[in-house]
Each structure stands twice: as C-alpha cells, then as structure tokens.
C-alpha cells in the first residue's frame, strides 16, 4: 500500500513539474509589441519642432512649406512565416504637431515570438469607415463630407508651395473616399504591406517611418501647380493619392 501511495506522490510531483515547465516556456515564447511613427523628408526628420518651418522641395521642382499633416491607419496585422495572422484592435490618429500620437500600443498586443511582416490599412476599410461612428474622430473634425462618400478623411496634408516666388500659393492635399459622380462613391483605402522581415525575439517595439515626400513622387509626379485645391471632389486625383500612398510608409529600427 505504501508502494502505490509513494508512486501516486511521484506522479503527481511529474505531472505538476511539467505543468509549471508547459507554462514558463509558453510565457517565454510569447512578446508584447508596440509601434511607433517616425517622419521624414527624404532624411530630414519631421515632428512637431520643425513641421511648420522646414522648406522642402517636390519632385515636380515646387519648393514648399508644411502647416498641417494628420493621417489614420488602422488593423494592424503581423503574419509570420507560416501565413498565421496576428491582427491587433483598434486604430492609430497621428498629428505631426503632437508628437503623444506618434506611438501605438494595441490592447491586444501579445504575440508569438518568430518572424514576421506588418501590413495595415491606410484609413479605413469599407467595413469600418462608418460616419460619425468614432467620438474621438468627431472631436477632432476628420470627418468626409456626406456629399463626398461620408466616413472618414485617410490625410489631411496642408501647405504652400512655391514659396520661393512673390506669388505662393496653398495647398490642401486631403485624401479620403473618392466620389465618382453625384450619390456614386469608391473606397479608397490602401492595404499597406511592409516586405522587410521583423523578428520578434523578446518585447518589441516596432519603427514605422514614413517619408512623407513620397505622397508627391512614386508612382504619380505630383504638379502643386495643378492639383493643389480643392482635391477632395476630384475623382482622379484621389485615386492617384490611393497610389502613392504605398511607397510612403517602410519598416525602421526594431527594439527589444
């Protein structure tokens, strides 16, 4: 009898052991990400400090000046090498005057460790470009006119350009729905999909850098002299927003 007792004890102890290991290994194979946004002009870094002062050149030639640059991306999604999917919650406000909404922290945010590529939504989907579903959102009037399609704007990305004449002129680079005649409207969000691997070995923030001269260059050149306001109504030039928008955003420092 106290045979069997001393082995029952035994195998209880075997079985708790590899409880404890099962749990330890899952805790260290698992990572907490967090993303954050850096701005750049070919290489000259952009935030809050010098956004409203920096000259910058297009390709066209313009020589131009930044007041305003607010976007939204959102459904994070990193997908490892064997095509399983991580898609984060919520979505990502960012106003280059405040450089607090540069960062991005999912609720959701525990991972596998391995390798992985990120790709997001610029804007909103069909399915979550929703008018006036957002309080936030509404409170920062980023709100797509009803008469344009409704939802939400992608970017808001204003400035002057010419600036080096006598006669400078502005501009109002916003993007959003595209509107194809009156009551007929096409989504025009982009799925953003950033090819250079990730690896994930330990608690991870991830560099988003966004060179914002590739809005007026890759693949459309852009002429200010041309389309600068107003080009929310204009179906064309919002579709070639929908493409230059996918050479804009590239993978940057990983930090773990």
């Not at 007792?5 to 698992?30: A, H, P, T």
């Not at 305003?68 to 990502?92: A, T």
């Not at 009037?141 to 808001?156: E, R």
């Not at 002057?160 to 959003?176: E, I, L, Q």
Request: aromatic share 12%; charged share 15%; net charge negative.
């Amino acid at each position: 009898m106290k045979k069997i007792f001393s082995l029952i004890v035994m195998l209880l102890l075997i079985l708790n052991c590899s409880e404890d290991k099962d749990d330890n290994l899952s805790l260290v194979n698992m990572s907490n990400v967090s993303f954050s946004f850096t701005h750049d002009w070919d290489g000259t870094l952009i935030n809050s400090s010098n956004l409203q002062t920096e000259i910058v050149t297009n390709e066209h030639g313009e020589e131009i000046s930044m007041t305003r640059i607010r976007y939204l991306i959102s459904r994070f999604e990193l997908v490892n090498d064997n095509g399983d999917s991580y898609l984060f919650d919520g979505y990502k406000f960012t106003d280059l005057e405040d450089e607090t909404t540069y960062n991005f922290t999912p609720t959701n945010n525990s991972i596998p460790i391995g390798n992985y590529t990120l790709r997001f939504i610029w804007g909103f989907n069909e399915a979550d470009n929703v008018d006036g579903a957002y309080l936030d959102l509404n409170s920062a009037s980023w709100n797509w006119p009803a008469m344009l399609g409704g939802g939400y704007h992608f970017l808001q990305f204003d400035g002057m350009y010419n600036v080096d004449t006598t006669a400078p002129s502005p501009f109002n680079y916003h993007n959003g729905t595209a509107r194809v005649s009156d009551g007929v409207f096409e989504q025009n969000f982009a799925l953003i999909q950033l090819s250079t691997p990730i690896t994930i070995t330990n608690n991870a923030n991830i560099e988003v850098k966004m060179n914002i001269s590739e809005f007026f260059k890759n693949p459309n050149t852009w002429d200010l002299n041309v389309l600068d306001t107003p080009l929310m109504p204009n179906y064309d030039a919002q579709k070639m927003m929908q493409e230059n928008v996918l050479s804009v955003f590239s993978i940057g420092s990983i930090t773990q």
